[in-house]
């Protein structure tokens, strides 16, 4: 939807401020009461998800322009959505986070994209990954030695789709060879894309570069069809949430599975046994795109009505993302069948997770406000007294694994998969 089509949910927005803070009913502590990491560091109300309806109204109206403080404003959100899963406390329907997508959209249509943005567009165009200095020529190198079927010349059931994070960064490539390979012991019937696996451009929607997006996503689209797998399956939250909830809007009929959900199914078949003992206390972080995110795309078709003139609804029914159907429950029963592990929680988990601060592509763009944004959760995370903060995202992982060099805070950060190998 164009900004202009979310005049009525601008006007709507109460301003109660709900979109500041986990709801009242879920808070533990003031400390890590608040949800919303772009109001939270910068203290000023524009950068919440009610100043941004706001800001985007008097835009629409004229009364204000495209300043450099608006533009920073704008673009500094981690298009976390836990505006959106608060939101819904206390409206009924309002969309915050798609709102913020369309008032980026519409900066970056007007010209007023920030200049960080540029070489990440740049490498997408031109390299298919928005890791502006990686090239395509390398980016099956996390595969080699990998005996392991090229979907684009034999036939498979399932695609292993890594994502570039985990295609490129040296410390996270073994994440990615590590899952494939336990794929294949475990008898799937896995292949990757080979050549043409290429960026989900889900950050390209995030930062308000819709046209990049949708061509990348229906480049992407094709090499799926073309390849006739019937599940793809990433261990990538972002690709995740590109997948099941971005491309299905575009028309993507195949099955998405997060590589978290696949375990799961593994070892509830009795396919994957976790046998030995991995003595740690581990907290779990949720990523934004896996959890709150990480719901299915349900179609709706209708209109938009007014009760005595008064009350708006839609009809039929719209969906409502709140969050409460995204992915948490898969990872926390890996978890727990893991001999010796015990779990410990966050007091923000599941759909009021707090963000890592990758989200919105401002780990490249802004790398203070997300290292910031990072090392409020390792804090958090530090609280529980959790040997480990356990994730299933590498953006996540990657964000903590910085932010926890620059704080020198002790707290491991390991992806779920490591302690899986470890199990079994
Ligand atoms: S998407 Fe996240 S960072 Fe952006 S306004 Fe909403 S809560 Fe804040
Ligand atoms: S919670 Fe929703 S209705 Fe309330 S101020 Fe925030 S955006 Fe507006």
């Not at 294949?184 to 290429?198: E, L, P, R, T």
């Not at 992915?327 to 707090?354: F, K, N």
Request: hydrophobic residues 35%; aromatic residues 8%.
């Amino acid at each position: 939807m164009a900004l202009e089509d979310y005049r009525a949910m601008m006007e709507r927005c109460s301003n109660c401020s709900g979109c500041k803070w986990i709801p009242f009913d879920k808070i533990k502590s003031q400390r890590f009461s608040e949800n919303c990491p772009s109001i939270s560091y910068y203290n000023f109300n524009t950068h919440s998800a009610r100043g941004r309806f706001q800001l985007a109204q008097t835009l629409l109206d004229g009364d204000c322009e495209f300043s450099p403080d608006v533009v920073e404003a704008i673009h500094n959100c981690t298009a976390c959505g836990s505006c959106d899963s608060t939101c819904k406390i206390t409206r009924y329907n309002l969309e915050p986070l798609d709102h913020n997508l369309a008032l980026k959209a519409k900066a970056v249509e007007e010209g007023y994209a920030l200049p960080e943005q540029k070489p990440i567009m740049d490498s997408l165009q031109q390299e298919k990954t928005m890791l502006p200095g990686e090239l395509r020529s390398n980016r099956l190198h996390w595969a080699s030695g990998i005996d392991v079927k090229d979907l684009m010349k034999e036939k498979g059931e399932v695609a292993f789709y890594p994502g570039c994070k985990y295609s490129y960064n040296e410390k996270l490539k073994p994440v990615a060879a590590n899952a494939l390979k336990l794929l294949i012991n475990a008898g799937a019937d896995v292949g990757i894309f080979g050549s043409a696996d290429m960026c989900c451009a889900g950050r390209a929607l995030q930062m308000g570069f819709e046209n990049d997006y949708e061509q990348q996503a229906k480049a992407n689209m094709e090499v799926f069809t073309k390849s006739g797998v019937s599940v793809i399956v990433t261990p990538c939250s972002d690709c995740y949430h590109a997948f099941k909830r971005q491309y299905a809007k575009l028309g993507l009929d195949i099955k998405v599975m997060h590589l978290v959900e696949y375990l799961d199914e593994l070892i509830q078949d009795e396919k994957l046994v976790m046998k030995n003992r991995v003595p740690m206390t581990v907290t779990y972080h949720d990523p934004c795109h896996l959890g709150r995110l990480g719901e299915a795309y349900v179609p709706w078709e209708g209109k938009e009505k007014k009760i005595l003139n008064q009350v708006h609804t839609w009809e039929p029914r719209r969906p409502r993302y709140n969050g409460a159907d995204g992915i948490y429950d898969a990872p926390r029963r890996i978890l727990q069948s893991i001999p010796g592990v015990e779990l410990v929680e966050m007091e923000r988990i599941r759909e009021y997770t707090w963000c890592c601060g990758a989200g919105g592509g401002c780990s490249q763009t802004n790398p203070e406000f997300a290292s910031w944004t990072a090392n409020e959760r390792i804090t958090e995370a530090n609280a529980t007294g959790a040997e480990a903060m356990v994730t299933a995202c590498p953006w996540c992982e990657e964000s903590f694994m910085n932010a926890k060099d620059e704080d020198g805070n002790t707290i491991q950060v390991v992806h779920l998969i490591d302690l899986v190998l470890q199990a079994i």
